[in-house]
């Protein structure tokens, strides 16, 4: 149990424009989404935080205008990239929560490049 | 706020034998979770052990154990009979709070482990 799915797993994207994220518990409900981005050979970097059905809470120094997220349902949260520029390229991956235990479930992460 | 430190970037280790990855971290909370990962060439992020702060006897899951020294906030995952599978980045991690009140993990740097046959 404790499945966790992002889609798409491989994405490349011109510069100026946006990107969908997709994070998916798929066999628990998660209240809470977190959103990582893993550079090269680095470790991963907490973005922000997302709890069903209010808003995200940012890390500092993330962009909350560039990085939209948004976690409509119990299983379900999106990571906008909007406005994509080169230097967002980078390893994203998405974790979710199940209540009752501290553990936090991991998605198989996402390639993003942006030419 | 808190830090992991993984002062080992890069460990060997020969088939069969034992090897221990060390993690040292940095809190002034007295109740908290540490957890280590593995991180294959795939990229999925998999839960290794996990030790909670309030139990004085160290985690262990089949192969992996670990020696938690709270006093010394010392946090090492020792792997006995290394196996081919267990190459793969290992990231210590701590279960902090954010400023709105939510968890996160803190990550160290990581350790890459080598297993040669």
């Known amino acids: 149990g404790a499945v966790v799915s992002q889609h798409p797993s491989r994405v490349i994207c011109k510069s100026g424009t946006s990107v969908k994220i997709e994070c998916r518990s798929l066999d628990f409900q998660a209240t809470t989404m977190f959103w990582y981005r893993q550079f090269p050979k680095q470790s991963l970097m907490l973005m922000a935080t997302?709890?069903?059905?209010?808003?995200?809470?940012?890390e500092q120094g993330v962009e909350k205008d560039k990085f939209l997220i948004n976690h409509a349902s119990l299983t379900l949260s999106t990571l906008t990239v909007t406005s994509a520029h080169p230097e967002d390229s980078s390893f994203y991956i998405c974790?979710?929560?199940?209540?009752?235990?501290?553990?936090?479930?991991f998605g198989p992460g996402t390639r993003l490049t942006v030419t | 706020a808190q830090t992991v430190t993984q002062s080992q970037p890069e460990m060997s280790v020969q088939e069969a034998e034992t090897v221990t990855l060390s993690c040292t971290y940095d809190?002034?909370?007295?109740?908290?979770?540490l957890f280590w990962y593995k991180q294959p060439p795939s990229r999925q992020m998999i839960l290794v052990i996990r030790q909670e702060a309030y139990k004085q006897q160290n985690a262990t899951e089949n192969r992996f154990s670990v020696n938690f020294q709270k006093a010394a906030k010392s946090f090492s995952l020792k792997i006995s009979d290394s196996q081919l599978g267990d190459a793969a980045m290992y990231f210590c991690a701590y279960r902090s709070w954010n400023q709105g009140g939510s968890e996160k993990l803190v990550f160290g740097k990581g350790t890459k482990l080598t297993v040669n046959p």
């Open positions: 974790s979710a929560g199940r209540g009752g235990t501290y553990e936090q479930y």
């Open positions: 809190t002034s909370e007295s109740d908290y979770y």
């Open positions: 997302s709890n069903e059905g209010s808003k995200a809470t940012y």
